[in-house]
């Protein structure tokens, strides 16, 4: 079982709708991030959270917005996407630069 | 910047047979490590190996440095080890992942 968990496992959602993806770890970790990641390509990052407090934003458009409410919970914040935005968007977390990287699940998104 | 290739980029193979898959860094190896993708997307972590081998089970890893490469071998192969398989390694002490394209490993029973 991974010690990172994403919920939900599928979302399906329209372009005008508002939702929100969900990621908690369990390791005691400071720093957590989001990837998105295309079929067949490896995982793009989006943002990085270390210490609770945003550290890296790879020009992300304003349609994604993370939240870090605490040192265990991410969220992804989801607005007004396009269908291009469709992807398996991964959580993960590591203890600090330069850790081994932990992943969850990921969250399978279908924007209709 | 640093460029990863890995080889190679598929592999097909039948059940019980060995494989070596093979990471080249164009630059210095920053704590490299090896992940395992399956079909259903989860994505684990291997190997964090920055420098000489570790096993583990029927996989092991071997990074050698200062000739920028690593390569990851996997024996008595099993069709759950299917999957496609990256490599990367942190740039410049930060937290971004530089990611190879992966190999494609699909083993028939």
């Known amino acids: 079982d991974t010690e990172v968990t994403q919920t939900p496992k599928h979302l399906v959602m329209g372009m005008t709708n508002k939702k929100s993806l969900k990621c908690e770890q369990h390791?005691?970790?400071?720093?957590m991030y989001w990837y998105k990641q295309k079929a067949k390509k490896p995982p793009e990052l989006m943002f990085v959270y270390s210490y609770e407090k945003l550290s890296i934003n790879e020009s992300v458009p304003s349609r994604f917005s993370p939240e870090c409410p605490n040192s265990s919970l991410l969220n992804l914040h989801l607005h007004a996407l396009q269908p291009e935005d469709s992807a398996l968007y991964l959580c993960?977390?590591?203890?600090?630069?330069?850790?081994?990287?932990?992943f969850g699940n990921g969250t399978r998104l279908t924007v209709t | 910047g640093i460029q990863v290739e890995q080889s190679p980029p598929d592999l097909i193979l039948q059940e019980g047979a060995n494989s070596t898959l093979r990471c080249n860094f164009s630059d210095s190896v920053n704590n490299l490590q090896w992940f395992h993708q399956n079909p259903w997307g989860q994505l684990i972590n291997l190997f964090y190996i920055p420098s000489g081998t570790k096993q583990n089970g029927r996989l092991s890893a071997t990074t050698v440095a200062t000739e920028r490469y690593s390569l990851l071998y996997i024996s008595s192969s099993q069709t759950t080890d299917s999957g496609v398989y990256f490599c990367?390694?942190?740039?410049?002490?930060?937290?971004?992942?530089?990611w190879g394209a992966g190999t494609k490993l699909i083993i028939k029973p």
């Open positions: 990367a390694s942190y740039m410049d002490s930060n937290y971004q992942l530089i």
């Open positions: 390791m005691g970790h400071r720093a």
């Open positions: 993960a977390s590591s203890q600090g630069v330069n850790s081994p990287l932990h």
